[in-house]
């Protein structure tokens, strides 16, 4: 696998550039003060230092391979590649699945799973090290197979679990969904099992680098465009003690201190900003969004709705002009998908078939 690629120049230097960028993608998350990508944006300190040992772990991987390029015997070659698998199994892919995990914000999962998980590719990588044969690769080949089939179930799940956690705390959505994180890895993780299993050629080699560059472009932009959605300490504590609101007196509280005040219209307003403004534990709101079978997203982006409609009038009676976009951002909505979704979701209309429905009536 290793003949074709020992002697390409290019190759190499795309290794060595990969390995480089890697690096330097490490030392930047890892010692840079601030944000340059979206620099409103406090992402979570958890995920970036998860990426950056990603980022390091992947240095380690090329330099462990490197060697691979200038030496000839096959038995040196043979040496290299088992011990680069079995660091792989110790370092890079236990680390790549704890930074999935750690994008997920609606609980700190446990990481030992994932230790117990690598145990028997650690185990088969050894083994392989020790006697110096790739007698045991089929079966780790099989088992690695099996274990991302799982974890993709898990995460598929998992993701499910955490949109409902989403809309059960926060209004506004922007920089804090992550599935389609899950898709591009997810593909990413596909093509590394092809690769894993009929890599032949030196396209394959190309083709994992370039994937690899990729993957660090993205985990960087995707750390530093996630928000930080860490709930304060207060909010949690001495959750026993304070009194649960009767429904029908939240109920009173929420039009007093949201509807009518129009706090709704706040910009990344949460669950939490909400209980204290009403006088309530989040807890128990959330409680009570439950029992009336919707979710504190819903709640407050129907208000935002209704407040749209009711701006669109006055603005249609005043001739006044305006755009639809600024009046959702008066409305509450920082972006357009998500006013347009709440919009059709609360109507049963799209944006711009309900405005031609009612030109004719304004």
Not at 43 to 64: D, E, G, M, Q, Y
Not at 104 to 112: F, H, I
Not at 142 to 171: E, H, K, P, S, T
Not at 182 to 191: E, M, Q, S, Y
């Amino acid at each position: 696998m290793y003949d074709q690629i020992r002697e390409d120049t290019l190759f190499i230097i795309l290794y060595s550039v990969v390995t480089a960028m890697a690096m330097m993608a490490s030392c930047y998350l890892l010692f840079r003060q601030g944000n340059a990508f979206a620099k409103d944006v406090t992402p979570p300190v958890r995920l970036r230092r998860w990426t950056a040992a990603f980022f390091a772990a992947l240095v380690l991987n090329h330099v462990v391979y490197m060697p691979i390029f200038f030496l000839s015997s096959s038995e040196d070659i043979m040496t290299i590649d088992l011990i680069g698998g079995f660091l792989d199994c110790m370092t890079l892919f236990p680390v790549a699945i704890i930074v999935l995990f750690a994008m997920l914000q609606d609980r700190r999962r446990p990481l030992w799973p994932v230790a117990a998980m690598f145990v028997p590719l650690v185990v088969g990588g050894a083994f392989g090290v020790a006697v110096r044969s790739y007698v045991l690769l089929p079966v780790v080949y099989v088992y690695f197979l099996l274990m991302c089939i799982g974890l993709i179930i898990y995460m598929v799940c998992a993701l499910r679990q955490y949109g409902r956690w989403l809309r059960d705390n926060y209004a506004d959505l922007e920089h804090k969904e992550v599935w389609q994180s899950f898709v591009v890895l997810a593909i990413i993780l596909l093509v590394f099992v092809i690769y894993v299993f009929t890599s032949k050629g030196t396209f394959y080699q190309y083709a994992m680098q370039v994937i690899v560059l990729v993957l660090i472009g993205y985990l960087l932009w995707r750390v530093e465009t996630l928000s930080d959605l860490s709930i304060p300490e207060s909010t949690t504590k001495n959750v026993s003690t304070l009194v649960a609101f009767p429904a029908k007196n939240i109920g009173v509280l929420l039009q007093q201190h949201c509807i009518d005040t129009q706090l709704y219209l706040q910009h990344d307003l949460n669950l939490s900003q909400l209980a204290k403004a009403v006088g309530t534990n989040r807890f128990y709101l959330s409680q009570y969004f439950s029992s009336q079978d919707s979710t504190y997203n819903a709640y407050i982006n129907n208000l935002r709705v209704n407040h749209f409609v009711s701006v669109y009038r006055e603005a249609v009676a005043a001739h006044r002009s305006f755009t639809v976009m600024q009046l959702a951002q008066e409305s509450g909505f920082r972006s357009y998908n998500t006013f347009s979704s709440a919009f059709k979701r609360k109507t049963g209309q799209s944006v711009t078939a309900w405005i031609k429905a009612h030109e004719g009536q304004e």
